[in-house]
């Protein structure tokens, strides 16, 4: 068992999770209340995994995690106000209100999302990783993502080129037992993931991921591997998701008996149980208070901050006006929007256009197939 730090590092590490706990169980309850649009994907249970991860990070370190991350924004120093206003689609949200729950990112902390694509981010962890190492930093890239993406072509492809060109990164599966309703013994041939660093030549490594300093230690000790010499690995947290896949999970696929035998390994709790008289009581409601206060004000925060206005629909898009035009079809009015034909792009996509991207008239644009006027 892991050695208890000292009293400082225990509130915060105490605190982190109940905030999370806190947010997400807020977060599910304003879903209800349709205050949240789109997918909701709560980490209720998952909190010690990603505590421990984050609370070994240094400041210039990368986290890249899934679609599943509003704990760890959190956890890594953003706001809940700004995750709570994105996840209402307000303009004070960490993306300006256009990526909701799937999307947060925080490029300021170094937490570059927030992907929905199940295994798309372990690419781009690659990506971080391998920028780090060419302009010689030593900053190190950390991977989340579910026990279903170790599944994916992603997930080897990205394995074989961190292991073939040294990159630092640390890969870390959040084995939950589930891909949204199939469990790990009906979605994968081996279910003790550490084993799948073997075949890349890694090493892999299986960890409790409900224990907060367990998590804390191995991670600690993986990012050394990857900051001092350079090499990938695989880390397996063991964990479990409280709640269903999404908000909308009617849940069929699993034993309520089950449900109940994880709770009694509540990240939480135990970690209260383990800090012994280093917290009393006292300590443990102070945390608490503070984790409904902090969430009260996020939710108040994110009610009042404003609806992007329309004016800003086609702001932050890559292309605008030179494609086939699918992003003008507005449901809610019939006259063409802004971008829609060629003549309204901004400078810089025609030069793209011109420069050999795809460029087509208005004319043509209209009598193209799927094309609607
Ligand atoms: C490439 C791709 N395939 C399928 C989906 C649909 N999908 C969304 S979540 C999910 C399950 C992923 O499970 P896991 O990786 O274990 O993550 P968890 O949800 O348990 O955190 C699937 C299949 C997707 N988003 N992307
Ligand atoms: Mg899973």
Redesign the pocket.
């Known amino acids: 068992m892991a050695k208890l730090p000292d009293r400082e590092t225990c509130v915060d590490l105490l605190s982190r999770m109940c905030l999370i706990r806190r947010f997400e169980e807020e977060a599910g309850r304003q879903y209800q209340r349709a205050k949240a649009g789109g997918f909701l994907?709560l980490a209720i249970g998952e909190e010690a995994t990603i505590v421990g991860t984050t609370s070994v990070m240094r400041d210039d370190d990368y986290l890249i995690g899934?679609?599943?991350t509003h704990g760890h924004a959190i956890a890594r120093g953003t706001p809940p106000k700004s995750v709570m206003a994105e996840l209402f689609g307000k303009v004070d949200g960490t993306s300006g209100g256009r990526g909701g729950s799937m999307h947060i990112f925080d490029g300021e902390r170094r937490f570059m999302g927030g992907y929905?694509?199940?295994?798309?981010n372990l690419p781009l962890a690659a990506g971080f990783a391998l920028a780090s190492q060419y302009r010689e930093e030593d900053s190190v890239t950390v991977c989340m993502?579910?026990?279903?993406?170790s599944n994916?072509g992603n997930f080897g492809e990205t394995m074989n080129l961190a292991a073939l060109w040294s990159l630092p990164v640390v890969f870390l599966v959040?084995n939950?037992l589930?891909?949204?309703g199939t469990s790990i013994n009906r979605h994968s041939a081996v279910t003790d993931l550490s084993k799948k660093a073997e075949g890349y030549g890694i090493e892999g490594e299986r960890i409790d991921g409900m224990d907060v300093l367990a998590v804390r230690d191995r991670v600690a000790a993986h990012i050394e591997i990857a900051r001092g010499e350079g090499r990938p690995t695989l880390l397996e947290a063991s964990t479990y998701?409280y709640r269903g896949?999404s908000a909308a999970d009617p849940e069929i696929y699993r034993d309520k008996k089950e449900v109940e035998e994880w709770l009694e390994k509540d990240p939480i709790e135990a970690f209260i149980r383990e800090c012994g008289e280093e917290l009393d009581e006292g300590d443990v409601s102070r945390i608490r208070e503070e984790a409904d206060e902090t969430v009260k004000n996020a939710v108040e925060f994110a009610d009042q901050s404003p609806e992007p206005s329309l004016e800003t629909l086609y702001d932050e898009l890559y292309v605008v006006g030179e494609t086939m035009g699918w992003y003008a079809v507005d449901e809610r009015s019939p006259e063409p929007h802004r971008g829609e034909y060629g003549e309204d792009a901004p400078e810089v996509a025609k030069e793209l256009a011109e420069s050999g991207a795809e460029h087509i008239e208005p004319d043509e644009e209209r009598s193209r197939p799927g094309v609607r006027n």
């Open positions: 994907h899934t679609y599943r929905g694509i199940v295994g798309g993502f579910g026990d279903g993406a994916t959040e939950n589930y891909g949204m998701r896949h």
